[in-house]
């Protein structure tokens, strides 16, 4: 059933009506009792629209690639498919009944999977739930699909609220998907058709799409994954910072929340060595993040340079979920010896010289110099 009165529903779409006018045919700014932050966005993609000489009421095409760009699109993106179709199976049985389904879009609003029941009888509903189908707002107007990939936060959508009257039966939320090195690499969509608003699906499609960031953090080959959260806070869920590190102690995969709670990560195109990160020495947060995971211990307080402390947690690759298959304590201190030898060799092939013995090794020079002085 619907969350609104039937007068509620009426009087929202009224309001809608008056934004349109105001701004698509009188040219007029939003007007002001509706204009908040969270909404702002739709007047900036309507005037985005209007610059572009798109018209309101003109026809909409749903257009779709060509073939070769199809076949070409499921190989670049063969990962990303694989990381979102559980996610979709679960999103198609918690909306079975809304008369909702999912799409899942290209970084250019291109359909590349679809999920949840499609009434490929009704003629709205059949044209954008098609892989292949171009939905991006230059050909389609404002919509969540593109709203979602321009302004990179998760949106909501309402009947009169897309640009195109074409397009007003639609209601619909959206969430950008963010890749392993933080780059937007497509987004999220749950559409209905002329259905009851569901404000509450923009929380749902948000939640699944941080769901499959974190799969595609794991999908890279990685030697150690953490899972990352503030003191007080409980590790295990979806709002973790994640990242993963390979055997030298590179972070090359991170999701959105680490790279929040981390800035150091924030440019993606930057390799960051978790010594300049964390305020341990490498082959210590291996250890205690590995033996707290094996031995089912609370998750390690680690320090930051930045003086902050974070939680951390080793994860399995496989789930997700804290690693209950980790080294054991013995085994780790072995590791530790083997990457001692490791650095003397390699130190020793450089003649000395600590830089050129950092730079094939693929670590920092101050790891060496750590590792050098604990031989001493």
């Known amino acids: 059933m619907d969350t609104r009165s039937p007068i509620q529903a009426e009087r929202r779409l009224q309001s809608i009506e008056l934004a349109r006018r105001q701004v698509l045919v009188e040219g007029r700014g939003w007007p002001a009792p509706m204009l908040t932050p969270q909404r702002a966005w739709i007047e900036r993609s309507w005037r985005r629209c209007l610059a572009a000489g798109l018209d309101p009421a003109r026809q909409v095409e749903f257009d779709s690639v060509s073939v070769s760009q199809l076949r070409d699109s499921a190989e670049r993106h063969h990962g990303l498919l694989q990381a979102a179709r559980p996610v979709l199976d679960g999103l198609a049985h918690a909306i079975a009944r809304t008369r909702y389904f999912a799409l899942l879009t290209d970084a250019d609003g291109v359909v590349i999977d679809v999920a ?77 058709v002329q259905t009851v608003e569901r404000p509450e699906l923009m929380h749902m499609a948000a939640r699944a799409a941080q769901c499959i960031g974190n799969a595609l953090v794991l999908a890279q080959p990685h030697a150690l994954a953490l899972r990352l959260n503030w003191p007080g806070q409980a590790l295990g869920g979806e709002d973790d910072g994640l990242i993963a590190l390979d055997a030298h102690g590179w972070i090359h995969a991170a999701n959105p929340a680490a790279r929040t709670m981390l800035p150091a990560l ?111």
Not at 136 to 160: C, N
Not at 314 to 340: H, I, K, W
């Open 116 to 192: 949840g029941p499609v009434d490929h009888a009704d003629r709205q509903a059949h044209a954008i739930a098609r892989v292949g189908v171009d939905l991006s707002e230059p050909h389609i107007g404002t919509s969540a699909i593109g709203a979602a990939l321009r302004e990179q936060h998760p949106v909501w959508l309402h009947r009169g609220e897309h640009f195109f009257a074409d397009t007003a039966a639609y209601s619909c939320a959206g969430a950008p998907l963010f890749g392993a090195d933080g780059r937007c690499v497509g987004m999220l969509d749950l559409t209905g």
């Open 266 to 376: 924030a440019l993606g195109d930057v390799a960051v060595h978790a010594e300049e990160v964390f305020a341990i020495d490498l082959g210590r947060l291996f250890d205690i993040t590995r033996w707290s995971a094996a031995s089912a211990a609370q998750p390690v307080d680690v320090a930051l340079w930045s003086g902050l402390r974070v939680q951390a947690a080793a994860v399995d690759a496989a789930s997700g979920t804290e690693c209950v298959a980790a080294q054991a304590p013995g085994a780790a201190l072995s590791l530790r010896a083997v990457e001692d030898a490791l650095v003397r060799r390699a130190v020793d092939a450089a003649h000395g010289n600590v830089a050129r013995a950092a730079k094939a090794l693929g670590v920092s020079r101050a790891t060496v110099y750590r590792k050098l002085g604990q031989r001493r």
